[in-house]
């Protein structure tokens, strides 16, 4: 089973953008975290979020490709196909892989997620540790702030998780404050 160590290593060798990077750590923080609540493999569902967007750069301009081309890239490691499985799940639209398990769905409701936390995170002036759900459920409704993020995947947490919208950010939101500083927003 790949390593998380080697989950970085891919990371790092696809993705050189630093933002984009803190993205990828922050989706596998709420992952790893959601793993617990759903009794999921906490190891296996942070390295989906490590890896989950890791062919983006390389993708961003032939977006259909995405998901499918980071499936080629990780072909040749040590991984289960759930983890390959689960990534294209998130962007069904281009792989065709629709969501099916509670992986998928974590995966599918956090990625938007953790983008409208950090949106609330930069307008504070503590950073991570002065936002507070109440905050982000707030810029969750006002759909002109950070517009790019999908609410309707976010909201799929309630019927495909069975976890209400506001423990759902809870729940993201604990796991990327416990990771404030290597998401740089301490």
């Not at 969750?140 to 069975?162: G, Q, W």
Request: hydrophobic share 45%; with cysteine; proline share 2%.
């Amino acid at each position: 089973m790949i390593t998380k160590e080697r989950a970085i290593e891919i990371l790092h060798e696809n993705i050189q953008n630093k933002n984009l990077r803190k993205h990828h750590y922050a989706v596998a923080a709420a992952m790893k975290r959601l793993a617990l609540e759903l009794e999921g493999n906490p190891a296996v569902w942070e390295i989906v979020g490590l890896l989950h967007d890791a062919d983006y750069e390389k993708t961003k301009d032939q977006i259909d490709q995405h998901t499918l081309l980071l499936g080629e890239i990780l072909a040749g490691e040590d991984l289960d196909d759930e983890i390959i499985r689960s990534i294209q799940s998130h962007a069904s639209e281009y792989s065709g892989v629709l969501p099916s398990t509670a992986m998928d769905y974590a995966l599918l409701s956090c990625d938007d997620l953790t983008g409208l936390i950090v949106a609330t995170a930069l307008m504070n002036p503590e950073k991570l540790a002065g936002v507070k759900v109440s905050s982000v459920l707030k810029k969750f409704k006002n759909k002109s702030f950070a517009a790019s993020v999908n609410r309707d995947k976010i909201r799929k947490c309630e019927k495909n998780l069975d976890i209400d919208l506001e423990r759902f950010v809870g729940l993201v939101l604990e796991a990327m404050q416990a990771e404030a500083e290597l998401l740089g927003l301490n």
